[in-house]
Structures are given as C-alpha cells and as structure tokens.
C-alpha cells in the first residue's frame, strides 16, 4: 500500500468531505481522512487499474481542484470569475439595477420594469451562477452525496424559468427576475464570508507555514579554503551544509551550534519568549529567532524532517481527526439535502392545495425553504473550534496529536505522573558513589561508558557529569527497559548498571544505582533530583478541580514517597516495570477517564493505553508518538492550559452545533409559512456561517477558568 496526500481546494464543510470521502471508497482507497477546512486529504492505495487518475478526476468533476499530489501537476488556464469574491463584484450591478426597478426606487423610469430588460440584466448572473452551483449541484448528484449548492441551484433555477413563463405569457405576476439574480449574488457573498472567516481559523498554522520559508547565510569555501558567504533560500539548504546567523535573525532549519553563543526566542515553538541561551552541540530549531548574539551552525534537518514542519503536520493530523460529538452532525449533513428538498415539494404542495395561497406564493415560500436551509453551517460547527482551539494551543506550546482528547478532557477525573523528568527537572547529580573494585578513575570511565548509550534523563546526567575522552568500547550494548543497561567488552565480561532489579545478586534497594560485573556488584551510585517549580502548582489545580492525583514510577518507594509528600500527590505506586506501569493504568481508566503524564522510553506504553496521554517535549521519540498532547516548554506548566482549553474548545464545539441545529429547526418553518422572502433566506443563510465561525475565533481571547 502507498500512502498518499492531496490537497484539495473548494471544500468547505463536512458535506464537501463526505463528497471526496466517498469518492476515494468506491475507487478502493483505504484509511480516507478527509479535512474539509485544511484541504488535506490522505489515504492509503495500491493504485491498481489507473484507480488514482480516475479518482483525481472523479474529484474534479465534483468541482473542487487537486492543487498539490504526486502526480504530475496538470497546468489550467485561469478561469474568468475564479474567485467568489469576483463572482459577487460581476453580480452585483446587475442585481441591484433589477432590485432597484422591483421596489420602485426609480420612480418614473418605466423602461425598468420591462420584462425582456430585466431578463437580460439577470441573464449573467444567471449564468455565472449556474456555472458554480449549477455544475457543482449536478456533480454532487452523481457522487451520491447532495450538497448544499444542489439547493440554491434548484431555488434559483424555479424562480428564473418561472420568470421566463411569466415574460412568454405577459404576465407580469409570474416575474421574479431580482429574487433569481438576489440568491446567486447574495450566496456568493455568503461564501466570500465563509472563506474569510475558515482563513481566519486557519490563522496559526498560516503563521507556521510562514516561517519555513525564509533567506538564509550559507558558508562555502572556495579553492584557497577562504570562507564566503552568500544568501539562500532555505528551501535549497541540504543536511549537512554550514550557516551563518546573526542577532535579528530566523534561525533557517534544524542545526546544531558549531562555534559561537547566543540567546534564542523559541516562542514560535514553546510559547515562551524568554530567551534560551545556546552554546556549542547545542540544538537550534528552525523558525526560532536569535535575539542576541552570532552563531555558525551546520544543518541537521530539513523539509519534512524539522521540527517546525512536523508540528504543523501533527496539527493537520489533529484536525482530520473527527471527535465523537461531530459523528451526529455528519451523519445528519450527509442526508440533510433530500430531507430539504422533500420540505420544499411539501411547503409548495401545503401552501398550494391546503393553505389555498396563489401558486406564486407557494412557489416563492418553496424557494425560501430551499436557500435558507444550510448544511453548512452543522458541517462547519466542530471543524472551525478545532481548527482555532488547536491553533491558539500551539502558540502557547501546546500540541494536541489527536483533537479527540480536547472533548475527553472534560471528564477526566484522576491523573497519573510519572516521577523522573516528569515532577522532576531530570538534572540529576551523582551525590555519593563507592566503587568495590579497582580505582576511582576506572570505575567512572565504566559508569560513562554504559550511560552514554542511554536516553534515560538519569543516565544523560551522569554522563554529562563523568564525561571521558577515553571510554570503553563494547562488543554488544543494549538498553535493558526500565531497568538499565548492560554491556560486554572484548574479553566476554558483562557489565550492567541499573535500579536493584537490574540482576538477582542485588538483595538490596538502599542505593539507586548498582555497577555489577559478571553477576558480582562492583559499586553503587546515589543520585539527587529536583522537583520542578510548576509541580506544585498543576498539583494546586488538579485539586482545585477535584481530580485524583497519582505517582507511578519506576523508582525507589523512599524516593516516590518524598516527592509525593512535598507535593501532596494522593496515591504512589513505586518500582514499576513498564509492565506494570501498563497494568496499572489499564487499571485505572476501567475505573474512571484517566490522564497519563510522563516523559521516558518505560512511560511509552501507559502512555498509549491511557484516556489521555501527555508528553513533554524534551520527552523520548517514542514517548511523544505515544502522547494525545505534547507540552513544548519542556516542563508541567501549560498542562493545566492543556486541560482547559480542551474543555473550552469542546464547548464551542457544542455551543456551535447547539446554534447550527436551532438556526436550521427555526429558519425552515418560517420560511415555509412565507415569514421570510427568498432573498431575506439567502442572506441569513451566508451569515448563519459567520457567526459560527465568528462564536469560534472567539475562543482566540476567551477566558480559561
């Protein structure tokens, strides 16, 4: 199976992506996910039988454009009118002439009301119209998913051969020319608005993608190894390559310091703005800006594998995401067309046989009905507070992987901590060491030889603290999880390092770390941590919202238990595997929705069995693609943000579908019993999706309790 991503310009909501979803089913592409506010469409397929180029063009033919893929890219000439802004600029003339003439507003100007006239100033909206809905409605017919310009389409076309009837008869009762031409250009409005307010919600990913195009200062050396400089685009730098950057300047992509020292703004990643000083082998992310300072660098990542990139790619994953309350609204969109289209025919027949109106206005309620209906906005209801509740997180330094953990975090009810980077800074230092067998030197060039190896915050420290120029080198190496590691040299002998579990001889616990030889211990570590400052405080806020707070870890009982008590954590379950870390958590979300915060290669698969799971960014690889959420700061203190701008997120989300739902219940009876004229529908139609997109930009400044 080939993975496969597109983008697709023209969709606007979930009945868009219903559309390009089932599409790609009936050509026998797998794992379709479909975001109709983004326009990222992914799936997985073997392409036998051209079944891609005939999905390609099944979706064009729908209406939309495939502007990125694969593919060979098809150049089109650009259409006249090719945005709905022209298309409602076209329109608009001609509209208000024949409003203008339908109202009386130029008194004594009779030649307005001439039928033929007024045709012919409706004619090309009429067109220009059908050209977008028109294609667009029959298209959406033989997909087998209706869409919403299938009834402006209908309600426009009734009430334009209507008018023609009325001009062929002189019957100047039956013209209805403005309300044909009205709907199409208010629409178009509509849509402009539509557009403008999903931009709008799109904003902070727009911001990221920004940032990774920039110039960058590329150091070459010419044939008398004399350093030059010359600028560059940062698309064209490759791994590897040498650059220079200055104060003021965008750092260009993943690198790593070379010579010089700098402070760093990372707050297009961490949200925080407080400099971060940088110095040699350090790491620099692309789109981070030096605010003091020159350092030279050499590439480490670039496209797809910097940090910046797959950030935005975790955010894009995150809104294709469906939560369960949208299941409702897409079930109700994909059938809402017909059920209109069965309300209008009925309005018409009610209106007509039973209320006794003219057929006129039976007609006229009938249209109504049709354009003031709007699918739309139910289908725009949970993407566009995703979009902006992920967006807003992100510039904060809050990255959700799976916008489903933003509904389930309103019912948690007790979180689980993993002690060791997590509670704790993870700068660890030796305190006390004893070594049983040979001298002090040896001893240490043995404990950095097997740590160096390791990811474990534990080991990182003790390495940096003991670093040699001359350490062993290992016939076999392997990091024994949860528990340590272990080596062998040349000669055969197996050295290990590790918690009091690391091997059988160990009868005791009273240290943290044992150095054992062929079974045999040859010394023992004591290292000291420090409890993180924020710790307190999420713990604050966890009881303050009467969540249950638990430490599960690999340590010592002692040690769990001192840090549980200066933080007042409620529950310790010390000296875990990952295996029962695992059980444990299993345990524990049977009971109650539960969140698991952690850090380390052992925390990886509690972290994927729980309601939710959280990551730091200085966390594991393994740990951050396990996670719902990853914290970029490097530390506790946004969780509590985390939580509650999930819970906020998901009520706008509610707030959204709650309005969408009584817009659509309110609107269509009122303008079945004629409360509402067809070009008064139109016009609350298009708006009906800006104040839902309007209620969700809202969450950019709200309030988190």
């Known amino acids: 199976m080939e993975k496969v991503n597109w983008k697709v310009e023209g969709m606007t909501c979930s009945n868009c992506a219903l559309s390009v979803n089932k599409v790609l089913t009936r050509q026998g592409m797998k794992d379709v996910a479909v975001n109709a506010i983004t326009g990222d469409v992914a799936f997985n397929t073997t392409d036998t039988n051209g079944s891609l180029e005939k999905a390609k063009k099944n979706i064009e033919d729908l209406g939309y454009t495939i502007v990125a893929d694969h593919l060979a890219p098809v150049e089109k000439k650009k259409k006249f009118l090719d945005t709905t802004w022209k298309k409602f600029v076209f329109c608009l003339p001609f509209t208000l002439v024949l409003m203008a003439g339908h109202l009386g507003m130029w008194a004594g100007i009779h030649f307005l009301h001439n039928p033929y006239l007024q045709l012919a100033l409706c004619l090309p909206v009429y067109i220009v119209g059908m050209d977008f809905f028109g294609k667009s409605a029959l298209r959406s017919l033989r997909s087998g998913v209706p869409n919403m310009n299938v009834l402006i389409a209908i309600g426009a076309t009734a009430a334009f051969i209507y008018s023609i009837i009325g001009t062929i008869t002189n019957d100047p009762s039956k013209i209805f020319y403005e309300t044909a031409a009205s709907i199409l250009t208010i629409v178009f409005f509509g849509n402009w608005l539509e557009d403008f307010s999903i931009e709008k919600t799109q904003k902070s990913i727009n911001d990221l993608t920004k940032h990774q195009v920039v110039m960058a200062n590329m150091i070459a050396y010419d044939d008398q190894h004399n350093e030059n400089i010359f600028p560059i685009e940062n698309t064209h730098l490759k791994v590897g390559?040498?650059?220079?950057?200055?104060a003021g300047e965008q750092v260009p992509m993943d690198?790593?310091?070379?010579?010089?020292?700098a402070e760093v703004n990372e707050a297009i990643i961490s949200g925080e703005s407080l400099p971060v000083f940088k110095k040699q082998n350090d790491v620099l992310i692309g789109g981070s800006v030096i605010a003091n300072g020159t350092i030279k660098a050499y590439v480490t990542a670039v496209g797809k594998d910097t940090v910046l990139n797959g950030i935005v790619d975790m955010m894009k994953r995150a809104q294709g995401h469906k939560p369960p309350v949208q299941q409702l609204a897409d079930k109700i969109s994909g059938i809402f067309v017909p059920v209109v289209l069965s309300i209008a025919v009925l309005t018409i027949a009610g209106n007509y046989f039973l209320a006794e109106h003219s057929f006129q206005e039976s007609l006229m309620r009938s249209i109504a009905v049709l354009v003031i209906a709007c699918p739309c906005a139910m289908g725009l209801a949970t993407p566009a507070a995703i979009a902006v509740g992920l967006g807003r997180a992100a510039r904060q330094g809050i990255l959700y992987t799976d916008s489903k953990s933003m509904e389930l975090f309103r019912t948690v009810k007790q979180m689980v901590f993993d002690k060791t980077g997590t509670l704790t800074t993870g700068q660890f230092k030796v305190s006390a060491y004893k070594h049983l067998e040979g001298d002090e030197e040896s001893f240490r060039r043995l404990v950095y030889s097997l740590e160096k190896f390791s990811n474990h915050p534990i080991a990182k420290s003790i390495s940096s603290q003991w670093k040699t120029t001359d350490p062993l080198k290992w016939k076999k190496i392997e990091e024994l999880r949860g528990l340590g590691m272990q080596g062998q040299d040349k000669e055969g002998n197996t050295f290990m390092i590790g918690s009091g579990k690391i091997h059988p001889a160990i009868a005791s616990d009273e240290h943290q770390l044992y150095v054992v030889k062929n079974g045999a211990v040859i010394g023992w570590l004591d290292i000291a941590d420090e409890i993180r400052p924020e710790a307190a405080e999420v713990m604050a806020f966890c009881r303050k919202h009467q969540i249950r707070t638990i430490l599960l870890s690999g340590d010592t009982p002692d040690k769990c238990k001192a840090v549980a008590e200066q933080l007042n954590i409620d529950e310790v379950y010390a000296g875990q595997t990952p295996q029962q870390k695992l059980e444990k958590i299993d345990q524990l979300s049977s009971?109650?929705?539960?969140?698991?915060?952690?850090?380390?290669?052992?925390d990886a698969p509690a972290l994927a069995r729980a309601s939710i799971s959280v990551s730091l960014s200085a966390a594991s690889q393994l740990a951050i693609q396990s996670a719902s959420v990853v914290l970029m700061n490097n530390g506790l203190k946004k969780l509590p943000m985390a939580m509650q701008l999930g819970k906020h997120t998901y009520g706008t989300v509610k707030s959204n579908l709650f309005w969408a739902f009584l817009y659509n219940i309110i609107?269509?009876?009122?303008?079945?019993?004629?409360?509402?004229t067809p070009t008064a529908g139109a016009l609350v139609m298009g708006l009906s999706d800006v104040v839902l997109a309007g209620n969700s930009l809202w969450l950019n400044w709200k309030k988190l309790d």
């Open 241 to 246: 390559d040498l650059i220079l950057v200055k």
């Open 255 to 261: 690198c790593k310091v070379l010579t010089g020292e």
């Open 591 to 602: 009971v109650a929705p539960t969140v698991m915060v952690g850090d380390g290669i052992n």
């Open 667 to 676: 609107a269509i009876p009122i303008a079945a019993v004629g409360l509402l």
